[in-house]
Nanobody, 126 residues
């Protein structure tokens, strides 16, 4: 199993930046594909960004050009750099992990992931 702990959320103004971190413990972090999801009040949890074992990334259209996902296998951590934040980015952000083969592509389907963090709140004021 792997345990995931997100951090870095907070209250910011529109146009500001935040960097979320997701620290993983347990089995070998490099064996996992990682994803970032978010859930706003009254809405379903949605895919934001993901990174596979090879470092290939994928983004939701709503965050392309503003968000960047990266991973540091030496630190067992995945990051989500969020720039030019908008009020509609307000949500609880979750990281997720799936033990995957080396060439598995990023999967935006939340049901594919086996492990989830507890989430971190991001609030963007206008």
């Amino acid at each position: 199993q792997v345990q995931l702990v997100e951090s870095g959320g907070g209250l910011v103004q529109a146009g500001d930046s935040l960097r979320l971190s997701c620290a993983a413990s347990g089995r070998t972090f490099s064996s996992y594909a990682m994803g970032w999801f978010r859930q706003a009040p009254g809405k379903e949890r949605e895919f934001v960004a993901g990174i596979n074992r090879n470092g290939i990334t994928q983004y939701a259209d709503s965050v392309k050009g503003r968000f960047t996902v990266s991973r540091d296998n030496a630190k067992n951590t995945v990051y989500l750099q969020m720039n030019s934040l908008k009020p509609e980015d307000t949500a609880v952000y979750y990281c997720a992990a799936k033990e995957a083969s080396l060439f598995s592509p990023v999967n935006p389907d939340r049901s594919w992931y086996d492990y989830w963090g507890q989430g971190t709140q991001v609030t963007v004021s206008s």
